[in-house]
């Protein structure tokens, strides 16, 4: 095909298409992309006649991609970016008037501790915009992002799709929270006596904690796993209990009455929070300024720091004895 048969073609089409090819079920298209069930079909009988393939065989409930559709997706996806990014060169972005909808994927310590600070900025700055927020953590949120259910992720990252890109936010510093009236910190014997909280969105009743007292040849006592952190100011009231918590996290709960934040009595890995968004989307100017204001209100404060008076200036071989 050359340009030319591209009058051919309906982009429409083709974004029925690549969303077919990330949802395989007729029905969920039609959700994700707001359009009838029959609009679906009937979109996927013109792309049969326009690309002379089935693409697309039911088998139960789901709608198995032909080989031929698998090549097409191959070549159209990266095409389908470009085409977006130069779209967004094109519109301005104005804040203060626009009504665009924006899909966020955050993780449940970053949506707890640290959304509401972002959103009341975001209220004041663009108060028209609609913003829909997804939960999604480290194994989720390059699946979100590839199938295109958000624009913008922020959570722990691991591996992510060659079409991402990513920016540092602030570390993950593990924190202790316990709501007892003992004095003093806690020590690792009691730490590893006392029964253990953890969040998890899974189910798991291991994390780093675990794989660090390991190390040391210890173990605690997990007694419970919840899904989110905002059940833990309710379980541990009155209790024995310890939770291992961002340190974010562990800032927001404290003035609740009878909370205590204090460091864990190990050495914990400390991992970094960052901001994902697809490449195609990096050039968009409410992109931009979406990832602005996340950027400015989720990173971690810059704290003023004292600078030391000058010392007298040091006899040579003095100074190079204080180097050392």
Known sequence: MNRNDLRRADINLLVVFETMM???????????????????????????VLFDDPLFIRCGRVMEPTARAEEIFANLAPALDGIAAALSRCQSFDPRTSDATFHIGLS?????????????????????IKLIMLRVDQQQISQRLFNG?????????????????????????PTLLRFDARPGPLGL?????????????VGNTTDDTDHALSQLGRQRKVVLSVPQFSALPGLLGQSDMLAIVPDYVAKAMSPVAG???????????VHELSMVWRAAAHADSGQRWLRSRCSAFLCEPVELQVVPKLRPALHSDQALLAAR
Do not use: W
């Open 259 to 269: 909370m205590r934040v204090e460091p864990a009595p190990l050495q914990l890995p």
């Open 108 to 128: 449940d310590d970053v949506e707890y501790a640290l959304l509401p600070r972002l959103l009341r900025q975001l209220q004041i700055e663009a108060p028209n």
């Open 149 to 173: 259910d958000i624009s913008v992720g922020i959570s722990h990252t691991l591996e992510l799709p060659a079409s991402a890109r990513r920016k540092g936010l602030r570390p993950i510093r």
């Open 22 to 48: 990330h949802e395989r079920n007729v029905s969920r298209v039609g959700e994700k992309l707001f359009l009838g069930q029959p609009t679906i079909s009937g979109a996927l009988g013109r792309l049969r």
């Open 189 to 201: 014997d009691e730490f590893c006596r006392r029964p253990h909280v953890v969040v998890s969105s």
